[in-house]
C-alpha cells in the first residue's frame, strides 16, 4: 500500500497565511532600506561548485554541505551562505572600472546540520544581506553597520545591540607567539565562549611575552561601550594592534555622528569560524532569540580566492531568526 | 526592570549556589524553605529571580533565553554543545569525567580494538575516543547506573563521573583513564550579555571577588 506524503522532511517546512505575508511585507521593508544605501540587487544560483566553499576559503564545514554530482562527476553543493557566491560572481563579471559597488541578495540558504531540533535552525533558511565590495575604508564599514541597525529599525525591532569587534586585533596577538594552529583555534573558541579562565589554564604553561598573554587572557571580557576602546589601546603595543583600535574609534565617531551609536557596542572577544573575515566583524542581538539575527563583516582576501583583490564588508540577515525575535517580542509588520 | 533570571541545576549545585550568592548579599524569597515546591524564587527589589531545573536542562533553557544566567557542571556544558558564554569557574561540585571498567578491560584502551562504551554523555565519550584517543567505539546511551554495563556485559568500559571513586570500588571497577576535571561553571545567554551587559556583569563581578576572597582565605589557613 502506498502512503501519501504530505509532510516535509526534517529541518525544512512550509510557510503559508499570515506568516507568509508577514515574512513578505518584512522583506520589502528591508529590500527598501538596501535600496536606500545605493545597493544593486544581485541573483546567484543556488547550486554551486564545491571548491566555491571549500575548507580553503572557510565557511562551512564540509559535512554541513548538500553536496551531490553532476554529470561530469563534479561535486555540487547547495549555498549555505551567499558571500562567496557573491564574491565569485563578482569577479567573474565586474572589472575594476566598476568598482566600488554595493550589492544586495535575498534567497534561501542550506545547511546539512544535525541541529534541526534547535530553534531557529532549519536545513533551508533565508537570508538577505549586502555586500560592499572594492571600498576597503572605515567608512564602507561604518555604513554596513549603519544600514545594518536601520534595517532592524525598519523591521520594527526596538531594543537590539550590534556587537562589533576585530578579528584583525586577535590575529596580530597570537602571530609571531609560536603558538601552534590548534592551540590558536583552542583558544578562539574559549574566547569567544568568553571563558577567560579556560584561556588562562591553556596559556599557563606557554612561554609567552607578559602583555601578549595578559590582553588574550583579557580579551573575552573587552566588551561593552565605546570605553573598551581605551581599554584595549593599554593592550596594543605593536602597528596592528594600534591601527585596529583607531578603525573603530573612527567607526564610532561616524555612527555617533547618525546617532546610532547607542545601538552599538564594542567586544575584542568576538571572532568567527570563518576564516574570510580580515578586520571588523560584527553581530546582532536581540531578546527572543539565542543567537544572532544578523552577522557580518570584512573580507578583503576572500575575493582574492577568485583572482580579484577586491577589499569588501558585508552583512547577512537571517531572516527566519528575525521574525521569531518580531513575533516572541509581539511585534508585528505594518 | 527586566528581571535577570537565573537557573540552578537542582540538588546540590544549587544548594551551594544559593548559600555562595548569599555571602555576596544576594537572596531570594523562599530558599530557604526545605522541599518547597515553589518553582520560582524572587528577589524583587533586586530584580532577580532563581528557578531550579533538571541539569542537562539548564544550558537549554539559557540558550533560548527563558534564562539569561544558568548554573551547570561543565560536564552537561560539554555534553549539550549550545553556543553560551562560559563565564566563571566556581570551583565547587568537583569531579572527573572518567574513563572506568575492571582492571582487565584496561588491554582493550591500549589496542585500538573496536569497544562498546555505556555512558549518559555520547557527545564526550565521543569525542574522546574519536577525536583524542583515534579508537573506533560503539556508544551505549544509558540513563542511570552505567557501573552496571561491564558488570553485565553491555560494554567493555564505562564514561561517567567520578567523584571519590566509591561505587566504582564497590563494583570492582577502577579509574582507566582520565578525560577531563569538572567543576561547577556559570553560564550566560549571549543575548542577555549583550543586552543586560552592567547588571550581569556586576554579578559575575561580587562572586569573582568572593571566590578570590575565599581561595586567598583557604591559602592563608594553610600556611
Not at chain 1, 545605493?38 to 572557510?58: H, K, M
Not at chain 1, 555622528?257 to 574570510?276: E, M, T
Not at chain 2, 541545576?9 to 524569597?29: M, N, P, Q, S, Y
Request: with cysteine; glycine share 8%.
Amino acid at each position: 500500500m502506498n502512503t501519501r506524503v504530505i509532510h516535509t522532511p526534517e529541518g525544512v517546512r512550509d510557510i503559508y497565511g499570515s506568516e507568509c505575508r508577514e515574512k513578505r511585507r518584512l522583506m520589502a521593508a528591508i529590500r527598501d532600506v538596501f535600496e536606500r544605501y545605493g545597493c544593486e540587487e544581485i541573483e546567484t544560483p543556488a547550486i554551486e561548485y564545491f571548491d566555491v566553499f571549500s575548507s580553503d576559503i572557510g565557511t562551512t564545514a564540509s559535512r554541513e554541505l548538500f553536496k551531490f554530482f553532476d554529470r561530469d562527476g563534479n561535486t555540487l553543493v547547495l549555498r549555505p551562505d551567499f558571500t562567496p557566491s557573491v564574491a565569485r560572481a563578482v569577479s567573474m563579471h565586474m572589472p575594476e572600472e566598476a568598482m566600488p559597488v554595493r550589492l544586495s541578495y535575498e534567497g534561501s540558504t542550506f545547511r546539512n546540520n544535525a541541529e534541526y531540533q534547535y530553534q531557529g535552525r532549519l536545513k533551508e533558511a533565508t537570508q538577505m544581506g549586502v555586500e560592499f565590495i572594492g571600498d576597503g575604508s572605515a567608512e564602507a564599514d561604518a555604513e554596513v553597520i549603519a544600514l545594518t541597525c536601520e534595517m532592524l529599525l525598519a523591521s520594527g525591532l526596538k531594543e537590539f545591540q550590534v556587537s562589533v569587534g576585530e578579528v584583525d586585533f586577535f590575529k596580530a596577538l597570537v602571530e609571531g607567539t609560536g603558538l601552534t594552529d590548534e592551540s590558536v583555534e583552542e583558544i578562539r573558541k574559549l574566547i569567544s565562549n568568553k571563558n577567560f579562565f579556560g584561556v588562562e589554564e591553556l596559556l599557563d604553561g606557554e612561554d609567552l611575552d607578559p602583555t601578549t598573554k595578559a590582553a588574550l587572557i583579557r580579551l573575552p571580557q573587552l566588551f561593552g561601550g565605546g570605553e573598551v576602546l581605551d581599554e584595549a589601546a593599554a593592550f596594543s603595543d605593536q602597528g596592528r594592534t594600534d591601527a585596529a583600535i583607531a578603525r573603530l574609534r573612527r567607526i564610532n565617531e561616524l555612527l555617533a555622528a547618525r546617532g546610532l551609536d547607542k545601538y552599538v557596542s564594542y567586544d575584542f572577544g568576538l571572532l568567527s569560524k570563518y576564516r574570510y573575515y580580515t578586520g571588523i566583524i560584527f553581530s546582532a542581538f536581540t531578546y527572543g532569540v539565542g543567537e544572532p539575527v544578523a552577522k557580518g563583516g570584512r573580507y578583503d582576501n576572500l575575493l582574492g580566492n577568485f583572482g580579484r583583490d577586491y577589499p569588501a564588508v558585508g552583512m547577512g540577515l537571517y531572516l527566519d531568526q528575525l521574525m521569531n525575535a518580531l513575533s516572541r517580542q509581539g511585534i508585528r509588520q505594518g | 526592570m527586566r528581571p535577570i533570571t537565573i537557573a540552578l541545576t537542582k540538588g546540590r549545585l544549587a544548594k551551594k549556589t544559593l548559600d555562595l550568592f548569599e555571602r555576596v548579599g544576594i537572596t531570594a524569597d523562599g530558599t530557604k524553605v526545605e522541599d518547597s515546591r515553589k518553582l520560582i524564587f524572587k528577589n524583587e527589589e533586586l530584580g532577580l529571580q532563581f528557578f531550579l531545573a533538571k541539569g542537562p536542562d539548564v544550558p537549554t533553557y539559557v540558550y533560548y533565553g527563558a534564562a539569561d544566567i544558568g548554573i551547570v557542571g561543565r560536564d552537561t556544558i560539554m555534553e549539550e554543545r549550545l553556543k553560551l558564554y562560559e563565564v566563571l569557574d566556581l570551583g565547587y561540585g568537583k569531579c572527573r569525567m572518567c574513563v572506568c571498567g575492571p582492571e582487565s578491560a584496561r588491554k582493550y584502551l591500549e589496542s585500538g580494538d573496536q569497544i562498546r562504551v555505556a555512558t549518559k554523555y555520547p557527545n564526550i565519550a565521543k569525542d574522546y575516543f574519536l577525536n583524542r584517543k583515534h579508537q573506533t567505539v560503539e556508544i551505549i546511551k544509558l540513563n542511570g547506573s552505567i557501573e552496571l554495563a561491564p558488570i553485565v556485559g553491555l560494554s567493555e568500559v564505562i564514561v561517567d563521573i567520578v567523584e571519590t571513586g566509591a561505587t566504582l570500588r564497590e563494583n570492582g571497577l577502577d579509574v582507566l583513564e582520565e578525560v577531563c576535571p569538572l567543576s561547577a561553571r556559570m553560564v550566560v545567554n549571549q543575548v542577555s550579555m549583550k543586552m543586560e551587559n552592567e547588571r550581569i556583569s556586576e554579578i559575575i563581578r561580587l562572586l569573582k571577588a568572593e571566590l578570590a576572597r575565599e581561595a586567598a582565605e583557604k591559602a592563608a589557613a594553610r600556611r
